[in-house]
């Protein structure tokens, strides 16, 4: 059976600040974010199935990752837990909306997070092939499961 990849697109608005940069990204700074998640497999052949001819259903992967990222992080700051960052932590407007993780949240590094966070989710017979996360219009970053392997 033939191998055949799914795309789906998301948007969300995302702010963050590089902890310890010396440029501008130091910053709280927002960016509308466009992630294309590639997943691959062969399609259902069970003719009782009636997912027959899908990898995956398309509505199925939108849940996944929306649950796993857009829902998360759209319209929320995401700092490093090295940044000092108690007074935005008792701001009642932020509060709800910050993440603080282990990593510098570059666009880099947010793929690397993202691709742990739905590979977990997918069937079986469903794999990650590869994100794309475009930061600005002109500036994105890949992760493709075959050089991570």
Known sequence: ???IRLTKEFRFEMAHALW???GLCKNIHGHSYILQVTVIGEPCSDPDDPKLGMVMDFGDLKRIVREEIVDKMDHSIV???KAEIQNLLHTPQLADRIHI?????????LLVDFAERIRAR???EVSLFSLKLHETANSFAEWYAEDNE
């Open 122 to 124: 997918l069937p079986e």
């Open 79 to 81: 700092l490093n837990r």
């Open 20 to 22: 310890n940069y010396n």
């Open 1 to 3: 059976m033939a191998k």
């Open 101 to 109: 993780v282990p990593y510098q949240p570059t666009c880099e590094n």
